[in-house]
C-alpha cells in the first residue's frame, strides 16, 4: 500500500510527512467564505444607520500582527463607513491591543494593517506607561483599569476575530478593550484566576471554548459591563487565517454567537488518546514564538494520552516573544513557581505554569529554530523532520495529525 503524505504549515513554508494507513487527521471544517467588503459595507452601513453612534472622536481598536483578521482589506471599508457617516478622520484614533504583549515594528504595522496605518492616528498600547482611570472592582476583585482616552472617546469599536483562547475561553471580541487596552496589575489580577489556590492546580473551569463556570470568563464579562463597546465586529477564519465572515453588532449575546459560529469550525468530539500525535501550529503567525505556538501545545496535548509524545511544528523566528517567561522555569519546579504566582501574578506565569502541567504528564518535541538551550530550560525536545519521519516510521500505536492544531479543540 502506498504511504500516505501529508503536508504541514511550518513558518512561512511547509514540512512533508510519509504515513502508514494507521493515522487519524483532525482537520478544521471550513467555514465557507460569504464575506466581501460590497456585504461587509452594507452590514456596516445598516447598523450604524439604525443605531447611531456618535462619531465626533471615535476609537477603533484592533488586535496585534500574531491575531490578523484580514486588516488591510477590511478596516478601510469600516474607517471609509465612519467618515461617511460624518466622522472627521483627524478625529478617528486607532488603537492596537497588545495587552502585555511587546509592541512591533512600523514595518510591521505597515504589513498587518495596510495603507491605512499611514493615513490615521494610531496608538500604540503601553500596559505600565499610558493613563489609565479604575472603574471599579469585579465581584472576584479585579481593579477595571482601561485608559483614560477611550473612555473619552464618542464611542467604542472593536475588530478582530474569534479564537479560542486556553484560559479565557475564547479570545477576540471583549478582549480585545480588556486585556487588550488594560493597565498591567489589573490584567495580571484577572488572569491570576487561572490559578486554584485550595488545590494548587491550574483552575479547572478555566479551558478553552468555556465561558459558563470560566472564572477568568466571568471576569471578563463583569469588566465588559463597564464600558460595553459600541459596535464589535467580529471575524470568522479558515485554517490559512482568510475572514470567511464579519459579524457586525454589540452586546454579550452577539459576542457568544460569534463564538458559536467559531466553535462549530474548530471543536472536534473524540473519546480516543493517542500514543503520538504530530502538530502543526498553522503556519506564520501562529507560530511567530513560543508564546503563540503554546496555544497549539495546549490544544494538541488534549489528544494525548498519558506518557505519550506530542511533536509540534513551530518555527518561532521571534524567539520565545516573551521576557517573562523562562524565569519561571529557574525557580526549582512546579511548587516554588505556583507558591510565586499565586502570591504575585507576573507576565506570561500562568503559560509558562501551564507548560509544566504537561510536561508532567507527556513528552513534547518541537521541530523549531528556537535554541537548544531555551529548550532544555523549558524541558522539551528539539527535533528534526528527519527524526520526526524516522519516529513516525517506527511507530506501531495510535497516531493522529492535526494540521492546524491552534484552532482544533477537543471539546
Partial sequence: MSPILITLPYGTGQETFSFRDNVDTFELKAPEK???SQIFAQRLGVFLDEVGLDLESPAVVVADKTRLCGYPEYLPVLLDALVARGANPNQIRLYIAYGTHLPQSDTESQEAYGPVFDCYKWVQHRCDQDKFVELGKTSRGTPVR???DILAASCLITFGAISHHYF????????????????????YANHGLFLDPADRCLSRGCRSGRMVGNPLAGDLAEIESFRPT??????ILDSHGQVCDLLVGQGVEHFRQACDRHAVHCEVSTDKQYDLVLASC???PKDINFIQSHKTIHHAADFVQDGGRLIVMAHCRDGIGS???LPWFELGGWDPAFDRLAAHYMGNGGTALAMMAKLKRIRISLVTTLDP?????IGFEIWSPAKVQACLDQHDGALAVIPNAGMVVKK
Fill in 323 to 325: 521576557q517573562t517567561f
Fill in 146 to 148: 482601561l485608559r483614560a
Fill in 34 to 36: 460569504v464575506i466581501t
Fill in 373 to 377: 538551550s531555551l529548550a532544555k530550560r
Fill in 230 to 235: 459600541d459596535l464589535a465586529v467580529h471575524g
Fill in 168 to 187: 479565557a475561553g475564547y479570545g477576540g471580541g471583549r478582549k480585545l478593550i480588556f486585556p487588550g487596552l488594560g493597565e498591567k496589575t489589573a490584567i
Fill in 282 to 284: 498553522g503556519g506564520y
